[in-house]
């Protein structure tokens, strides 16, 4: 049978995997002048009712990916125009050419590869494991497991349990209440998104927590595959912004931020 720390890392390898072929194919393109590409502006769809990803503030777009859309514009050397949708006109509004891009918490999906390009991800929702001592999956002997019930995080712990000796599983409401039963020691370690987990230490300065990686859900920029140019373009900016920090400090500042 295979054993937790194998399913967790092949889960993990794959989804790397199409990640670095979808990078590496664009890095492979041949560029045109983003000039030729843009009529000085970068056309970008997001869904404003994701936050702290984008969402408004009166009238004011506010949020991570907003930002991270100006950072990509600022590098083309081109404005952005932002387009509010919902969510299921995101990928429609690429294949008619409304936008050039959408950034909007986006999950590089292999079965989209056909249509549109991804860039290399800007942030990872994946499942972290979260303890005041750094535990690893493999260290749960006789520890007690906290996470949101009916979630992803409620497989994994329930697959854990199999292999791992006196595992104790404890099931709540939400991943923040998860969280906070490692702050009155009715749990060891929570299983929770990295989103929530990112939220939950940026609001409480003086928590201390250490989390591991688990699992990866990769969020990336998309672009019509029959822009290849563009998206190569684009992947180049958002490589430039993780080397410098820019990315980096982006996402940090996004978590900190107060949402209405």
Same mark, same amino acid.
Request: net charge negative; charged share 20%.
């Given at each position: 049978m295979v054993s937790p720390s194998h399913h967790r890392l092949i889960i993990a390898s794959v989804v790397l995997i199409i990640a670095v072929i979808l990078v590496v194919s664009l890095n492979l393109q041949s560029p045109s002048d983003i000039n030729e590409l843009l009529q000085g502006e970068l056309r970008v769809a997001v869904d404003a009712s994701l936050p702290p990803f984008a969402y408004y503030v009166g009238e004011e777009l506010k949020g991570i990916e907003i930002e991270l859309a100006r950072a990509v514009a600022a590098q083309l050397g081109v404005k952005v125009v932002f387009t509010n949708m919902s969510f299921d006109s995101l990928y429609d509004a690429l294949l008619?050419?409304? *936008?050039? @891009?959408?950034? @909007? @918490? =986006? *999950?590089? %999906?292999?079965?989209? &590869? !056909?249509?549109?390009?991804? &860039?290399?991800?800007?942030?990872?929702? +994946? $499942?972290? =494991?979260? %303890?005041? &001592? +750094? $535990? &690893?999956?493999?260290? =749960?002997?006789? !520890?007690? $497991? %906290?996470f949101e019930f009916g979630s992803d995080a409620h497989s994994f712990a329930s697959r854990w349990k199999i292999y791992t000796p006196g595992l104790v599983k404890r099931p709540y409401e939400s991943p923040r209440y998860a969280l906070d039963a490692l702050g009155t020691e009715e749990a060891d370690a929570a299983l929770i998104d990295n989103l929530t987990y990112q939220q939950y230490i940026s609001e409480r300065a003086d928590t201390v927590l250490e989390a591991i990686s688990v699992s990866h859900v990769p969020f990336a920029i998309a672009v019509s595959r029959e822009r290849d140019p563009l998206a190569h373009h684009i992947n180049k900016a958002l490589n430039e912004l993780v080397d410098t920090g820019i990315l980096e400090g982006i996402v940090n500042n996004g978590f900190k931020q107060t949402i209405p």
């Amino acid at each position: 049978m295979v054993s937790p720390s194998h399913h967790r890392l092949i889960i993990a390898s794959v989804v790397l995997i199409i990640a670095v072929i979808l990078v590496v194919s664009l890095n492979l393109q041949s560029p045109s002048d983003i000039n030729e590409l843009l009529q000085g502006e970068l056309r970008v769809a997001v869904d404003a009712s994701l936050p702290p990803f984008a969402y408004y503030v009166g009238e004011e777009l506010k949020g991570i990916e907003i930002e991270l859309a100006r950072a990509v514009a600022a590098q083309l050397g081109v404005k952005v125009v932002f387009t509010n949708m919902s969510f299921d006109s995101l990928y429609d509004a690429l294949l008619i050419n409304r *936008v050039d @891009a959408v950034i @909007a @918490a =986006l *999950v590089i %999906s292999p079965h989209r &590869t !056909a249509d549109f390009r991804y &860039t290399r991800p800007y942030f990872d929702n +994946g $499942l972290v =494991l979260v %303890s005041e &001592t +750094g $535990l &690893t999956p493999e260290r =749960l002997q006789h !520890a007690t $497991l %906290s996470f949101e019930f009916g979630s992803d995080a409620h497989s994994f712990a329930s697959r854990w349990k199999i292999y791992t000796p006196g595992l104790v599983k404890r099931p709540y409401e939400s991943p923040r209440y998860a969280l906070d039963a490692l702050g009155t020691e009715e749990a060891d370690a929570a299983l929770i998104d990295n989103l929530t987990y990112q939220q939950y230490i940026s609001e409480r300065a003086d928590t201390v927590l250490e989390a591991i990686s688990v699992s990866h859900v990769p969020f990336a920029i998309a672009v019509s595959r029959e822009r290849d140019p563009l998206a190569h373009h684009i992947n180049k900016a958002l490589n430039e912004l993780v080397d410098t920090g820019i990315l980096e400090g982006i996402v940090n500042n996004g978590f900190k931020q107060t949402i209405p």
